[in-house]
């Protein structure tokens, strides 16, 4: 299916990719300042393409080891999975690839989901899901569960773009997660992955992001600042 990244019209609204759609599309928040509303999104949008272009440009064998290294600070993150469902991500355009975590999640007791679009402006919903399992393809050809209950994750890995001190995600631009996390009656414990090259200045945060609980790269474990 081709897409215009500028153009969120162009994406259908059944089940679909498990983040953002496309670049250059807010949410559909109200912001606060038109003007400023403009500025930052084309700020973000500038970082996108710029941050996108450092990781592709890494090497296959760097980002491998580097997703591996990020699987195990997450695992010790999480701690104990028995009886927990973790939301993953299918990887898109060098995101860290954690599928293999999956393995070790319900080796502990744990379950596996995947976040899944059910419309442009909605909340995502959670679909179990393990290897061996039906996908479909979604916008983008991102698999997607085609059947599997619709969960309530106890943690969420959400692959960032950039992030910043402050714990606040970059993505694609869609607002998906933090509309989710707005929407959940328990916002899980939201961890954002990434690699070090993503760390950004700030992404000018607007009101109606919501920064993660932690930010997980190959470095280290980022959490809230004191105080």
């Not at 980002?63 to 009886?83: F, K, N």
């Not at 355009?93 to 899944?116: I, Q």
Request: hydrophobic share 40%; net charge neutral.
């Amino acid at each position: 299916m081709e897409h215009d990244d500028d153009n969120p019209a162009t994406f259908a609204s059944p089940p679909c990719m498990a983040h953002e759609l496309a670049e250059g599309y807010d949410g559909g928040f109200t912001p606060v300042d038109a003007e400023q509303r403009r500025d930052v999104a084309r700020r973000r949008k500038a970082e996108r393409e710029r941050l996108i272009a450092a990781r592709l440009a890494c090497s296959a064998d760097e980002r491998r080891q580097w997703s591996a290294t990020i699987a195990e600070r997450v695992a010790e993150l999480a701690g104990d999975l028995s009886g927990r469902i973790v939301s993953f991500y299918w990887p898109f355009r060098g995101e860290p690839d954690l599928r293999p975590l999956m393995d070790r999640v319900r080796t502990k007791g744990g379950e596996a989901a995947l976040p899944v679009v059910i419309a442009k402006g909605q909340p995502l919903v959670f679909r179990s899901w393990k290897p061996g399992e039906a996908l479909e393809k979604g916008v983008w050809n991102i698999p997607v569960p085609k059947a599997g209950r619709e969960v309530v994750p106890d943690i969420v890995l959400a692959p960032v773009v950039g992030f910043d001190d402050d714990l606040f995600r970059l993505g694609y631009g869609g607002g998906f997660f933090d509309r989710t996390f707005a929407a959940m009656a328990r916002k899980p414990l939201a961890i954002g992955v990434g690699y070090a090259c993503a760390r950004i200045a700030t992404i000018f945060p607007q009101p109606h992001d919501v920064p993660m609980d932690a930010i997980v790269t190959p470095e280290g474990v980022r959490m809230p600042k004191a105080g």
